[in-house]
Nanobody
Framework: QVQLVESGGGLVQAGGSLRLSCAASGNIKTLNAMAWYRQAPGKQRELVAAITSAGSTNYSNSVKGRFTISRDNAKKTVYLQMNSLRPEDTAVYYC??????????????????WGQGTQVTVSS
């Protein structure tokens, strides 16, 4: 199985910055797309940013120009640099990744995993 562990959330004033990290571990064969989602109270989970294994990125319109997603394939880690934070960015941020993992007897299977979430709170 594959586990994702996030870190870096916290409380920040509007206009400030935070950097989230998400490290993947387990019997990973390949790590494909990695992404950050967020869910604010009373709202649906939404995609914030995603990055392919080759480094192609896409962002939601609400964060474009303020957030930057990046990854370190050797460390199996994805980052989200968040600048110019706004109160409406307040949410629980979740890491997501998909790929293949090794099972017993040399076989492998697809996976799609979620992290446990990290709280980001932006005060006005």
């Amino acid at each position: 199985q594959v586990q994702l562990v996030e870190s870096g959330g916290g409380l920040v004033q509007a206009g400030g910055s935070l950097r989230l990290s998400c490290a993947a571990s387990g019997n990973i064969k390949t790590l494909n797309a990695m992404a950050w989602y967020r869910q604010a109270p009373g709202k649906q989970r939404e995609l914030v940013a995603a990055i392919t294994s080759a480094g192609s990125t896409n962002y939601s319109n609400s964060v474009k120009g303020r957030f930057t997603i990046s990854r370190d394939n050797a460390k199996k880690t994805v980052y989200l640099q968040m600048n110019s934070l706004r109160p409406e960015d307040t949410a629980v941020y979740y890491c997501n990744a998909d790929g293949q993992y090794y099972r017993n007897y040399g076989t492998w299977a697809d996976f799609r995993s979620w992290g446990q979430g990290t709280q980001v709170t932006v005060s006005s």
